[in-house]
């Protein structure tokens, strides 16, 4: 069989949930197969070290998407892949729309799109992904394919947009376990903590309002002085955080240590990781979290369920919004001695190895296999 070309498609590189994903994949294909490229709106981003070196990138030098659509669509008709991947909402909408004019010019390519989030819900609660949904209901459809993270996403969709639901492929996000275990052995994990005598807790994702951090003090300050929580991350809600911080008189209960690559020797050496989110495509800081071996404490919110949380096992579902009881499930859970193999173990299945081979399969047209 000849090699197929696949085109990873990305605004940059930055330290996303996304952007990791899309590293993965790039990383992971099968080079008996595939020839890998990746086309960057912007060559920038801390994980641009982590990519293969057989990874082709082709760097569009913009200073906006949608400035440089034109010399977008240009690569992908000189290259001709025959697979362009697309994995962010804007790009993706961008690809969506102008796939019906790239196939008269492309007729042997397959344009495929990873949703990143639960669309109807993303734009419930962002004024910007409202207006995107305009567009959304109208071109999703053109995808050959839509890969979904879970089956609440799946059903989102197909629910909300009318897609045909044998157009959507659910595939859970790659973990690369052996990465995160090389990171740990990367560093000593005993001074990381302001307090190393407290119970450290430690949530990590972007500071902005869905991830639901103010929510997250909230619950804090329900604790007595024995907790500390540990925010890694950075974001347009940082100085709102921090008066939050102030207000609640939490500074010496809550230490925002903002944005770092390497989180999960912070993760290993936690009591509990804490998820606070409002809604979630697929909560990758779950599964970092179980690969280090912590317990998670989670809002069972729209994206996060019992597909991802063996409850008692893994980590624990917490109604969502219901603050006291997670408060409660903190002093539970903090105090449990927790089978970390047992933890770790339940992340199998989303190794990166396996996720590429159904990534794979369903690029290839032989899914069903």
Same mark, same amino acid.
């Given at each position: 069989? %000849?090699?197929?070309? /696949?085109?990873?498609?990305?605004?940059?590189?930055? *330290?996303?949930?996304?952007?990791?994903?899309?590293?993965?994949?790039?990383?992971?294909?099968?080079?008996?197969?595939?020839?890998?490229?990746?086309?960057?709106?912007?060559?920038?981003?801390?994980?641009?070290?982590?990519?293969?070196?057989?990874?082709?990138?082709? +760097?569009?030098?913009?200073?906006?998407?949608?400035? %440089?659509?034109?010399?977008?669509?240009?690569?992908?008709?000189?290259?001709?892949?025959?697979?362009?991947?697309?994995?962010? @909402?804007?790009?993706?909408?961008?690809?969506?729309?102008?796939?019906?004019? *790239?196939?008269?010019?492309?007729?042997?390519?397959?344009?495929?799109?990873?949703?990143?989030?639960?669309?109807?819900?993303?734009?419930?609660?962002?004024?910007?992904?409202?207006?995107?949904?305009?567009?959304?209901?109208?071109?999703?459809?053109?995808?050959? $394919?839509?890969?979904?993270?879970?089956?609440?996403?799946?059903?989102?969709?197909?629910? %909300?947009?009318?897609?045909?639901?044998?157009?959507?492929?659910?595939?859970?996000?790659?973990? +690369? /376990?052996?990465?995160?275990?090389?990171?740990?052995?990367?560093?000593?994990?005993?001074?990381?903590?302001?307090?190393?005598?407290?119970?450290? *807790?430690?949530?990590?994702?972007?500071?902005?309002?869905?991830?639901?951090?103010? @929510?997250?003090?909230?619950?804090?300050?329900?604790?007595?002085?024995?907790?500390?929580?540990?925010? #890694?991350? +950075?974001?347009?809600?940082?100085?709102? #955080?921090?008066?939050?911080?102030?207000?609640?008189?939490?500074?010496?209960?809550?230490? #925002?240590?903002?944005?770092?690559?390497?989180?999960?020797?912070?993760?290993?050496?936690?009591?509990?990781?804490?998820?606070?989110?409002?809604?979630?495509?697929?909560?990758?800081?779950?599964?970092?979290?179980?690969?280090?071996?912590?317990?998670?404490?989670? $809002?069972?919110?729209?994206?996060?369920?019992?597909?991802? /949380?063996?409850?008692?096992?893994?980590?624990?579902?917490?109604?969502?919004?219901?603050?006291?009881?997670?408060?409660?499930?903190?002093?539970?859970?903090?105090?449990?001695?927790? +089978?970390?193999?047992?933890? /770790?173990?339940? @992340?199998?299945?989303?190794?990166?190895?396996?996720?590429?081979?159904?990534?794979?399969?369903?690029? #290839?047209?032989?899914?069903?296999?």
């Amino acid at each position: 069989m %000849s090699k197929k070309g /696949i085109l990873f498609v990305m605004h940059e590189l930055s *330290l996303g949930g996304a952007e990791r994903v899309v590293t993965n994949l790039a990383n992971n294909m099968d080079r008996k197969k595939f020839n890998v490229g990746l086309c960057l709106f912007k060559k920038k981003g801390k994980l641009l070290d982590s990519l293969d070196e057989t990874v082709v990138i082709y +760097d569009l030098k913009a200073k906006r998407v949608i400035s %440089s659509s034109l010399s977008f669509f240009k690569l992908l008709v000189k290259k001709q892949p025959y697979i362009v991947f697309s994995s962010i @909402t804007h790009v993706n909408l961008l690809l969506a729309m102008a796939i019906p004019v *790239l196939r008269f010019f492309m007729k042997d390519t397959k344009f495929v799109t990873r949703e990143v989030n639960i669309p109807s819900i993303r734009a419930k609660y962002l004024k910007k992904s409202k207006k995107l949904d305009f567009f959304y209901q109208r071109f999703i459809h053109n995808y050959d $394919f839509i890969i979904a993270q879970s089956n609440y996403m799946k059903e989102d969709i197909v629910k %909300s947009y009318g897609v045909t639901p044998d157009k959507i492929k659910v595939v859970s996000n790659p973990l +690369d /376990i052996i990465s995160i275990h090389q990171k740990i052995d990367q560093v000593e994990t005993d001074n990381l903590f302001k307090d190393n005598s407290k119970i450290n *807790l430690v949530a990590v994702g972007n500071l902005r309002k869905q991830k639901g951090f103010d @929510t997250l003090l909230e619950i804090i300050s329900l604790l007595d002085n024995e907790y500390h929580l540990n925010i #890694l991350g +950075d974001g347009n809600q940082k100085e709102f #955080l921090e008066q939050k911080i102030k207000e609640l008189e939490l500074q010496e209960k809550v230490t #925002l240590h903002g944005m770092n690559t390497n989180p999960y020797k912070y993760m290993k050496a936690a009591n509990l990781v804490v998820l606070s989110s409002q809604y979630e495509g697929f909560p990758n800081v779950i599964l970092e979290a179980n690969a280090c071996g912590k317990f998670v404490v989670t $809002f069972q919110c729209p994206g996060v369920s019992e597909e991802i /949380i063996e409850n008692g096992v893994n980590g624990y579902l917490v109604e969502n919004g219901n603050i006291a009881q997670f408060a409660d499930a903190i002093k539970k859970y903090s105090n449990y001695s927790h +089978d970390e193999q047992k933890i /770790i173990a339940t @992340t199998e299945k989303y190794k990166a190895s396996n996720i590429v081979k159904e990534y794979e399969k369903i690029f #290839l047209g032989n899914e069903n296999e």
